[in-house]
């Protein structure tokens, strides 16, 4: 029994390692465009869209997940790069290029189980009174939830990162831990936590904050594997 999973698990990694993963060249990407089907490079694929003001100018702008589109004729899993695109919209219909993170989004093959392998997205993507939220989920047994906020400054003109909170748990016994960081005010607080004997409701063991340095990243510097 030892054998066949010691097998399937080099076969798995063996077909991981046939994608020639490789980052989105921010070049590649048109400054802007009528529609936003435009901004999707040669070599990559659409995963998925969504709209929301970004800039409060009232305007439905997009937010782009791209994946490398590679040729695979035997339906390998290969690992491959996703990127995530953010578009303005301007006044006269069109589009015009906000950000292009090329690291922000994990890689397919990269998040385990729970990550994804296929062409399904791999971050729930919403936005909310002018925030960019990005979710994904890792692991197997013991999962990651990273959430990332980024919030647009239009005196630099980027999208900075302003929160993110890491939820690591076992998905067996139900113990986890949240960390919460406001990159705005430097404060950042962790919470434990395991569930009753009934395995029912979420019990807190404990509570603390401590100060951190506030960043100021930008949503190109984020590096999702950092």
């Not at 997940?65 to 953010?86: G, H, M, T």
């Not at 994804?116 to 890792?138: C, R």
């Not at 004997?197 to 506030?214: A, F, H, M, R, Y």
Request: aromatic share 6%; charged share 25%.
């Amino acid at each position: 029994m030892l054998t066949v999973i010691l097998s399937v698990t080099f076969l798995f990694g063996s077909v991981f390692m046939q994608g020639t993963r490789k980052d989105i060249d921010p070049k590649m990407i048109p400054q802007s465009g009528a529609t936003t089907k435009e901004f999707i490079p040669k070599g990559w694929k659409l995963q998925d869209e969504q709209a929301g003001d970004l800039n409060g100018d009232g305007l439905p702008d997009a937010v782009l997940q791209l994946i490398q589109d590679l040729p695979n004729p035997k339906d390998e899993f290969l690992e491959r790069s996703r990127a995530l695109l953010v578009l303005f919209k301007t006044s006269d219909g069109k589009y015009m290029r906000a950000a292009v993170a090329a690291k922000v989004l994990m890689c397919a093959g990269c998040g385990g189980m729970l990550g994804g392998t296929g062409d399904s997205p791999a971050a729930d993507v919403k936005i909310e009174k002018g925030v960019l939220i990005v979710s994904q989920l890792s692991g197997a047994r013991e999962a990651t939830d990273l959430l990332q906020r980024f919030r647009y400054n239009p005196q630099t003109k980027q999208f900075l990162l302003i929160g993110q909170d890491i939820n690591s748990y076992d998905r067996l016994v139900g113990n986890s831990e949240v960390v919460s960081t406001n990159f705005l005010t430097g404060k950042q607080i962790t919470e434990r936590r395991k569930l009753d004997k009934k395995g029912e409701k979420e019990l807190l063991i404990s509570k603390t904050s401590k100060t951190v340095p506030k960043l100021a990243k930008t949503i190109e510097q984020v590096d999702y594997e950092q």
